[in-house]
C-alpha cells in the first residue's frame, strides 16, 4: 500500500509514481512507465527516469523532517542500462545541514538490475500553503 506524499505533486501524479517507503533518511518509489513515457528504443525515457531519481531524493531529504520542502539545487546522472518493465527507485540521505540535504537514488529493474543512478543536492524551504482555490488555479482551462 502507498503512502501519501502529504502535498499535491501533478506531474508525479500523471507520471503514476507511488511512494512506498519514506522513512529515517530513506525513500522508495515504485513507477511502470506508459508507452507515452517510453523513447524511440521502447524503453523508459531518461527524463522519466531523472524525474523518478529527483522525487525518489528529494522524499529521503523530506523523510526526516516531513513538514518543510525541498528544491532542487543540483543533480548528477549516471545511465548504466535500459529502464525496462516496472521500476523501483531507492533514496537516501547522505547528510544534512539545516539549510541543504545531500542526497543519493538509484533505478532498478524487476531483475534487480541496477539502471540509473543519481546524486543530488536538495534545499529546506517552508512549503506554502495551498488552498483549493489554487489548485482550481493550476487546472488547465478548456478552449471549447
Do not use: W
Not at 512506498?20 to 525515457?45: I, K, W
Not at 518543510?68 to 547528510?95: D, N
Not at 517552508?126 to 493550476?138: A, F, M, Q, W
Request: hydrophobic share 40%; glycine share 8%; aromatic share 8%.
Amino acid at each position: 500500500m502507498s503512502i501519501s506524499f502529504g502535498v499535491a505533486i501533478p506531474f508525479v501524479d500523471h507520471l503514476g509514481f507511488t511512494l512506498e517507503r519514506f522513512e529515517d533518511g530513506e525513500s522508495e518509489l515504485h513507477y511502470t512507465a506508459r508507452p507515452e513515457h517510453l523513447n524511440s528504443f521502447f524503453v523508459t525515457h531518461g527524463g522519466a527516469c531523472m524525474t523518478l531519481m529527483d522525487v525518489t531524493m528529494a522524499a529521503a531529504a523530506r523523510s526526516v523532517q516531513p513538514e518543510m520542502g525541498v528544491v532542487t539545487i543540483e543533480m548528477k546522472t549516471s545511465f548504466m542500462r535500459p529502464a525496462k518493465g516496472p521500476l523501483v527507485g531507492k533514496g537516501r540521505l547522505l547528510h544534512r545541514t539545516a539549510t541543504l540535504a545531500f542526497t543519493e537514488a538509484s533505478i532498478y529493474d524487476a531483475q534487480g538490475q541496477l539502471c540509473t543512478q543519481a546524486t543530488g543536492t536538495f534545499k529546506y524551504v517552508r512549503r506554502l500553503p495551498v488552498d483549493s482555490k489554487t489548485l482550481h488555479d493550476l487546472q488547465p482551462v478548456s478552449t471549447d
